[in-house]
């Protein structure tokens, strides 16, 4: 046992715990948005200021509150890092992209759900009824304003900065669900959006969205 006491070494798997997506020493660019991350950073640095106060008037606790102050250092940096990270990958995704109209002022001309049965996990043999559960939806538009190429390379840049937190979006926009994913299609001269969700409640929510999008779209059929 090296001198830190068991309390000092629990409050250390504590620290640890606390750290959001940082636990097990990995800050993973999509597990937060950019201003996540970024808040993310400044608290950590803020609490690692704090360490290093208290590891000057502390006893036996110093060396706990350095090695405390040494890791949130080391987080904030790795948040930093993700937050850049996140916005070069929009960057990447958004070059050359004509972001307007949005996806919300395209021409919505159908919506239905996506409903897809479970795979069995890797490794083992299906047995048993996989019922179909709702994925999300897919969501049929006309982009009046610009060429179909040009409107899907719009439709996944918006995706991206609402996904990155670099883009507000309203309450209507499927692309603004926490897990969508987004993928888009052209479809004689039409675009097929199919945004998906993790989870039961999340793919609900991007189909109401969507089926609201389509109630107030011009020209919508539904």
Do not use: W
């Not at 060429?147 to 209507?172: F, H, K, L, Q, Y």
């Amino acid at each position: 046992m090296s001198s830190l006491t068991i309390t000092a070494l629990g409050g250390i798997a504590a620290a640890v715990a606390l750290s959001g997506c940082a636990a097990m020493n990995r800050t993973r660019p999509g597990d937060m948005s950019v201003p996540e991350h970024e808040g993310a950073a400044r608290a950590e640095a803020e609490m690692a200021d704090e360490a290093a106060k208290r590891a000057t008037v502390v006893g036996r606790g110093a060396e706990y509150e350095r090695y405390s102050a040494i890791r949130h250092r080391d987080l904030a940096k790795e948040h930093a890092a993700a937050a850049e990270q996140r916005r070069q990958d929009v960057d990447a995704v958004c070059s050359g992209a004509n972001a307007s109209p949005g996806f919300t002022s395209m021409r919505v001309t159908s919506v239905e759900p996506i409903r897809e049965a479970d795979v069995a996990p890797a490794g083992r043999h299906p047995r048993g009824y996989y019922p179909e559960r709702l994925k999300g939806a897919r969501i049929a538009v006309t982009p009046d304003a610009i060429a179909p190429t040009d409107a899907v390379r719009a439709i996944e840049c918006e995706a991206a900065r609402v996904s990155a937190g670099m883009d507000s979006s309203s309450a209507d926009n499927p692309l603004g669900v926490r897990t969508a994913k987004t993928i888009v299609r052209v479809a004689n001269s039409r675009l097929l959006v199919e945004v998906r969700g993790d989870g039961g409640s999340d793919a609900a929510e991007i189909l109401r969205r969507a089926e609201a999008l389509a109630h107030v779209s011009p020209g919508s059929t539904r």
